[in-house]
């Protein structure tokens, strides 16, 4: 009988403490899961192990260097679409992805493919361990309702990156397996349910997270837990990916009712600190749980020294050309230089070079430390103007729209008002911006570069792209790959060590179709 390989509980191992006003995470490996969930308190132990893992490496067996969790994981469906160019090769880490060539990976525990899925199916099972405890820990039931909460969000969220990365947002298409209750090594695995199988599965977690978030008076620990405002944002996300576009609108303003604000782009000029007033959720990193260069940042800051640094992460030169100069965000990238002018790779000066970012990258190179935000007031601002638009709701579009634009652009009223209320927008991601819809897309494109998967976008709007337009900045523009809407490509294959310790999945009938 052919055996779940992927789901393994890991409460025993990971690193876990309590949690206060530093998320502590020191390796507790000689606790058992009944000390654990001896009472409460204690229980803050196994939900604070789930977040230390969202940063963590080793999710496969080799190629650790490109494996450094969810920060990771997001860097990998950005490049993927037409608004993250990167320079070259570099030691190869990312490289492939951003050329559409791991699909061979799914037949290892190597590549991304396999990463990927037991990643999220990691932080599921663990979920699952603590979501079995409901209504028995001991202690005080409102940190219990806290603990018990976030398991539940954090499951909803790990659904909804999963089915966004094996599958297109059809819900009559198959999504991936559900699990509900802990499993093991030796557990029998599910079959794929259908993505609207997964939607449900999400929405009603993340529903019953809302319910205990509600009921607790606890507030949030640390900008890692999820409190209720947070669990509004990811109902919000969820809600958009399924075009439940009164549901998204509903949810991101309720986001917004709690203390965030919107930043001043002084407070944004590197999005890498959670302490910042627009932050919601966010990964404070501190230097003894650097990950090193695991880290995402050290791949992703130009001027960190170092091999990894040497593949630049760009803006491409469509996007960044179509920023106003009078929009302060175009300091996230470096202007156009001659290329003599160009820092060398892996250097101090590695960000010296056209269109470099600078927006996202270590607080303390030496230490190699920088936060990982995983949700922003200005995303919230921009879900619901994008849901309103949707909904026809225009001057309430355009009023969130502002909010954000206004901060960034001291001529944004007068660029606004260029743009026609219609929610229809460009086929073509480089087409020219006519519609308030094209506006607010495009807005996203900018204000939330390389934090939201643009892939992801792509795939819930039904767009393609191409990177061969005019004056690109593309060294790979996939001449042989289909990046037409709803392509193949845009999904990954189902690791072959599921089809191999899942009973109740064939690689021929259940695996992924081709990228061509």
Request: charged fraction near 20%; include cysteine; charge should be negative.
């Amino acid at each position: 009988m052919k055996k779940i390989l992927f789901l393994f509980a890991i409460i025993g191992v990971l690193s876990l403490s309590s949690c206060s006003e530093e998320l502590n995470t020191d390796p507790t490996n000689q606790v058992s899961g009944t000390m654990i969930f001896a009472d409460a308190q204690n229980s803050l132990t196994a939900l604070n192990g789930i977040y230390r893992v969202l940063y963590t490496g080793g999710w496969g067996s080799a190629w650790n260097d490109e494996n450094g969790g969810l920060p990771a994981y997001i860097l990998v469906f950005d490049i993927m679409g037409e608004d993250h160019p990167m320079d070259g090769s570099g030691s190869g880490w990312f490289w492939y992805d951003y050329g559409f060539d791991t699909w061979g990976d799914y037949t290892g525990k190597a590549g991304h493919q396999y990463q990927i899925w037991n990643f999220f199916y990691t932080i599921i099972s663990n979920a699952n361990y603590i979501i079995a405890q409901e209504g028995k820990i001991p202690g005080d039931k409102k940190i219990a309702d806290y603990v018990v909460g976030q398991a539940y969000a954090l499951r909803s969220f790990a659904y909804m990156w999963l089915v966004q990365s094996y599958q297109q947002n059809d819900p009559t298409k198959p999504g991936v397996p559900i699990y509900t209750e802990p499993t093991i090594a030796g557990s029998v695995g599910n079959p794929r349910g259908t993505v609207k199988q997964v939607y449900d599965r999400a929405n009603e977690d993340i529903n019953k997270a809302i319910a205990l978030l509600e009921g607790t008076t606890v507030a949030q620990m640390h900008k890692s837990h999820i409190d209720k405002y947070v669990a509004y944002g990811i109902k919000a996300r969820h809600a958009l990916v399924q075009k439940d576009y009164p549901t998204a609108l509903t949810f991101s303003k309720k986001a917004m009712e709690g203390s965030a604000q919107i930043a001043d782009f002084n407070d944004v000029k590197r999005v890498n600190d959670i302490s910042k007033k627009n932050v919601l959720w966010g990964l404070g990193i501190q230097t003894d749980q650097s990950m090193g260069i695991w880290d995402i940042y050290s791949h992703m800051d130009a001027d960190s020294k170092g091999t990894y640094s040497k593949a630049r992460h760009l803006i491409s030169s469509w996007l960044y050309a179509q920023i106003p100069d009078t929009d302060q965000r175009k300091q996230w990238w470096t202007a156009p230089l001659p290329q003599a002018e160009w820092g060398a790779a892996g250097t101090v000066n590695g960000s010296k070079r056209s269109w470099c970012q600078v927006k996202l990258g270590y607080i303390d190179v030496a230490a190699q430390t920088g936060d990982h935000i995983l949700m922003r007031e200005e995303e919230m601002a921009l879900i619901a103007a994008e849901a309103a638009c949707h909904l026809q709701q225009f001057p309430e579009a355009r009023q969130h729209l502002a909010s954000v634009g206004t901060k960034r652009d001291s001529n944004y009223a007068t660029r606004l008002a260029n743009f026609t209320d219609s929610k229809s927008y460009n086929a073509s991601t480089t087409a020219g911006l006519v519609t308030l819809m094209d506006e607010i897309l495009f807005q996203r494109r900018v204000e939330l570069w390389s934090e939201v998967p643009r892939l992801h976008d792509l795939q819930r709007l039904g767009l393609g792209f191409k990177r061969n337009f005019e004056g690109t900045n593309h060294p790979l523009q996939l001449a042989n790959i289909n990046t037409n809407p709803a392509s193949p490509a845009f999904i990954l294959w189902i690791p072959q060590a599921e089809f191999d310790g899942n009973e109740n999945m064939d690689a021929g009938k259940d695996q992924n179709p081709p990228q061509k």
